[in-house]
């Protein structure tokens, strides 16, 4: 985990927030590439979820709903963690964690900070409170008074706001179950274990869709969702061997839960979850028809028909999608005598596809090379570099991941040819300037895999 928060910063992907005052705890800001490698991982999703298929649609709702809305989703009284004070070492942590290390089911974030190997509780000094409930969302208020009547909350889960969205989405979309309402956006909890890079954070971006069934079809809607997302995250070039799904125990489940499984990644850290997948029943939408007394049903018009649909909800995060991503294709290998460090990233989710290079700054190959890559940005991600020799800018973009490197040579003068660079093996070919943009498309739409796993 430490080389890849030291190259995520190194690089542009992902650093502390508030760093010239210390950092502030579990936030995080992302550069560059970070934003580009985001983008590329949540046009993916989105990809998933409505290009390619007829039965979802999109939603963008607030942030700061009513605040009724966490009444009825049980989130005002439910959303709770379960913490431990030591008195001693004065740090916090979770009564669960700590529960799941002792029965030997390996959860990360609770080593006491007397005693980094040891457990809370363990340690001689550690003196544990009683747990109490804490509730994980932020409040704030709405306009000058800060009182009980304009108290509002910071969601925790993009969720909600399709809920409370779904009849007028219904109406609109004309849409009869079994359809979809997909989201991204941010959420907001306020954690308070450590956080593991970006793994656990108080701001994060969720993508969760909302997939609205008749309630006799819920368990098979539920299989195929867990399977068509496993699906997704290997296509993103995941590693399979490093994902698994887990069923929550009765215990775990979430109050609006009837069945979770969970995807979890090996992560650096050990097995934990990237997305969870859960059937909440018609918990949410007899909730809030309870709560706001609009009737939140399907009526088939033909037949006259009505129900409450059902729901299963994949619920994935981008941060926990990327660090996955970083931990996979985080790579380390010796190449004629010289360590490299290279992301194997998935040339469709790279945050550049291409990088421009003169070989050397002189004798026309700057502005030569500038001419191509002015060409080929307008169809792919692409960056010009001439700073520094060309191996130190081949490992600069081997370390962001880009797959391919066109470098301009003394050759390119005479024969207008030059040469393409494979990330993965290495292997340069010479072809033509006029081919390069046709090369490197049939070279996107190409599927990938990792080498690692070739290996
Ligand atoms: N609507 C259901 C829901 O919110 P969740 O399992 O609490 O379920 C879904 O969250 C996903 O959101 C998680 O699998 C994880 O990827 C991401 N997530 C949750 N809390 C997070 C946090 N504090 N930091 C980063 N990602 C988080």
Not at 265 to 281: Q, T, V
Request: glycine share 8%.
């Amino acid at each position: 985990m430490e080389k890849i928060v030291a190259l995520c910063k190194r690089r542009g992907f992902i650093f502390p927030a508030s760093e010239i005052y210390g950092g502030i705890a579990n936030t995080y800001d992302y550069g560059h590439h970070g934003v580009l490698l985001k983008n590329n991982v949540i046009a993916q999703w989105w990809k998933a979820m409505i290009q390619e298929r007829d039965d979802i649609v999109a939603l963008d709702s607030a942030i700061i709903q009513h605040p009724r809305t966490w009444e009825a989703s049980g989130h005002l009284e439910g959303f709770t963690d379960p913490l431990v004070d030591c008195r001693s070492c004065k740090l916090r942590f979770r009564a669960d964690h700590i529960e799941e290390e002792r029965a030997g089911d390996g959860h990360p974030e609770v080593r006491c900070g007397r005693a980094p190997s040891k457990l809370p509780g363990d340690y001689p000094e550690c003196d544990l409170t009683e747990a109490r409930a804490f509730n994980l969302m932020f409040e704030t208020t709405i306009g000058p008074v800060k009182d009980a009547a304009s108290t509002v909350y910071l969601r925790p889960e993009t969720a909600q706001g399709i809920f409370l969205d779904f009849k007028t989405t219904l109406q609109w979309a004309r849409r009869k179950p079994p359809f979809g309402i997909a989201q991204v956006g941010k959420s907001f909890r306020n954690e308070i274990t450590p956080g593991n890079f970006i793994f656990r954070t108080l701001e994060f971006e969720q993508m969760e869709m909302e997939f609205f069934v008749p309630p006799d079809e819920v368990d098979s809607w539920h299989e195929y969702w867990l399977q068509e997302r496993m699906d997704w995250y290997e296509r993103l070039g995941l590693d399979r061997e490093r994902l698994r799904l887990r069923p929550h125990g009765p215990e775990e489940l979430s109050h609006y839960s009837n069945a979770t499984s969970d995807i979890e990644y090996l992560y650096p850290i050990g097995w934990s979850e990237l997305e969870g997948i859960a059937n909440r029943g018609d918990f949410d939408l007899t909730q809030h028809a309870k709560y706001s007394g609009e009737k939140l049903e399907y009526v088939d018009t033909a037949t006259q028909e009505r129900y409450v649909p059902h729901v299963i909800e994949p619920a994935g995060g981008v941060g926990r999608t990327m660090l996955a991503l970083l931990c996979d294709g985080y790579d380390e290998e010796e190449v004629e005598g010289r360590q490299r460090t290279v992301l194997r990233l998935h040339p469709q989710l790279a945050p550049v596809k291409v990088a421009v290079l003169p070989l050397v700054n002189r004798d026309g190959m700057p502005e030569l090379a500038r001419e191509i890559y002015e060409d080929l940005r307008g169809s792919v991600p692409a960056e010009y570099d001439d700073g520094g020799s060309i191996g130190r800018r081949y490992r600069r973009q081997d370390e962001i991941g880009t797959p391919w490197g066109v470098t301009v040579d003394g050759q390119t003068l005479d024969d207008r040819t030059v040469t393409l660079r494979d990330r993965d093996t290495l292997e340069q070919i010479r072809l033509p300037i006029d081919e390069l943009g046709d090369e490197l498309g049939r070279r996107l739409a190409n599927p990938w895999r990792s080498p690692k796993l070739a290996a």
